[in-house]
C-alpha cells in the first residue's frame, strides 16, 4: 500500500442480522477521509443494529477521522463498535476520551 492509499472493506455479516463489519487500512488522513466519511455515510443509510469496525490495519489517524468517527456513532440507530487497533489509533482514541463510546478496551 502507498502513502496515502486507503483500503476500505464493508462485509455485511449475514449469519447475524443487521451487523455490517467495515475493515479500514491505510492512512486516515485529509486526503482519505472523504473516503472514509463515504464508506461509513452508505453503511449508516442501512439502519444496522451494529456497524464493527476494524481499525486493525490503520497506520495512522487524523482528528479529521476521529470526527467522522463520532459523526457516523451519531447518526447510526444501533452502535458503532471499534473491533481493533493499533496502538497509536488506540491511543489517540484515549486521548479524545472514546474508548468506551466505541466500545473499546484499553489495553
Known amino acids: 500500500m502507498l502513502v ?6 464493508t462485509v455485511t455479516r449475514p ?3 443487521h451487523v ?4 479500514v487500512a491505510g492512512d486516515l488522513d485529509a ?10 455515510a ?12 476494524d481499525l486493525a490495519r490503520v ?10 468517527l463520532r459523526t457516523a456513532e451519531r447518526a ?5 463498535v471499534i473491533t481493533d487497533a493499533r496502538r497509536p489509533v488506540r491511543r489517540l482514541l484515549e486521548l479524545c476520551n472514546l474508548t468506551e463510546s466505541f466500545g473499546l478496551a484499553v489495553s
Do not use: H, K, Y
Open 59 to 68: 497506520t495512522f489517524c487524523s482528528s479529521g477521522a476521529i470526527a467522522e
Open 76 to 80: 447510526m440507530p444501533g452502535r458503532l
Open 20 to 23: 455490517v463489519r467495515v475493515s
Open 15 to 17: 449469519a447475524v442480522a
Open 31 to 40: 486526503a482519505t477521509v472523504p473516503r472514509l466519511r463515504a464508506a461509513l
Open 4 to 9: 496515502g492509499e486507503l483500503e476500505i472493506t
Open 42 to 53: 452508505d453503511v449508516v443509510a442501512r439502519r444496522p443494529a451494529r456497524l464493527e469496525l
